[in-house]
């Protein structure tokens, strides 16, 4: 498993000084010495290969040596998410951000409960899931915004929604696509009324199969479902 | 949603008594009163609408009104799974409860952490999914078993193995199949002779996309696109 260090936007690709959390993390955390072979992510959404060149775990000094090239994902793919609590948003976030989902929309529909996690928690979490993933530029994420609003984003996308009174397997996702929006709903799922209002939206209701999933579980059979058709 | 019970075996569907736990978690977990209906999973697979009759938390009678026909999974998936760390098979045996997979085997890895979930701690985490999804009958638990021989089950299915160095999207699912087996590894991944294991034993690599999946999310995704390919 590849360690992976947060640089910023370095001057010198040659003589990078690592703040102290990513300090403490290199060398307290995951233990790596000089010499060794890491991967760079910089604030411009680049991936390096890159060595440790020397110091501790308050200050360490790395190189950048080369840029590393990320395949895309297949599609790029807009969630928007019905707000569960707010534990289990920040349970699906690293998901989705390791699946390759373009963009993130926190929705408030009739069954969410609780509100948003802070920006500062879903900062934390999209950064650990970067570090684990490998994904240099994390999705990004808005919101909350009512249901309404919500339908308004990213238009020139096809949408599909999450519905669970469709038990059957639906095989209406549009393969052919560049990119899909994804609507899914909070625990114990759309109102009928939010359902019409989707569908009028020009969102397709998509099957997941015969049970009630959690809605962090449809949001990632969701997105796995419409990337990979 | 619906509120669920486990009912055993009753000899009269028209006077079942809950035990204290079903009890507790009907009366004072999700507070329901007499006259309401719920419903109630058997131990043959059997789920039914139910009526609440009277009683406590303490000892409840329903009634089994009629029985419920559940619709079956697009396919019958065995997941072989490389064990992660405990706690992390205990999070996405629940899942693939819910999407519907028949059977998982875990599966000792080169690269995996720890020994299996006790089965008393699996069972638990099962019956909150089937509670929670609806399903009547859970996932088929087995294993620990070596790969090798988690190779030799369920060899009427078509073998997929989830391979992180196959970063770009594979379409090579065996959409036709009425199942399969879905290989994931444990945190790290395979290693190079597991890959040629499972390729000797007839597997066929499945790629999940551009970044490095953890294990529950490799499950999910892999198996998600192998049900609705």
Known sequence: ???????????????VGLDAAESHYLRRVRRVGDGARIEAIDDHGGLWLAEVVG????????????QRTVPAPAREIVVLLGMPEPAAVLDVLP?????????????RCARSQGAAPGGERIARVLRAAQRQCGRPRAPAISGPVDLREATTRRTDLPGLFAWEELRATSSDVPAAAAGAR???????GFTPEEAALLRAAGFR???LGPYTLRTETA?????ARVMFA
Chains 1, 2 share one sequence.
Do not use: N, Q, Y
């Open 55 to 66: 110091g501790d775990a308050r200050v360490t000094t790395v190189k950048l040596l080369e």
């Open 182 to 188: 994804v609507c899914v709903g909070p625990e114990g």
């Open 1 to 15: 498993m590849s360690t992976r260090v947060f640089v910023g936007a370095p001057a010198d690709p040659a003589h």
């Open 205 to 207: 209701a998509l099957g």
């Open 95 to 107: 998901a989705l951000c390791e699946i390759g989902v373009a963009e993130v929309v926190l929705v």
């Open 219 to 223: 949001a990632l059979v969701a997105v």
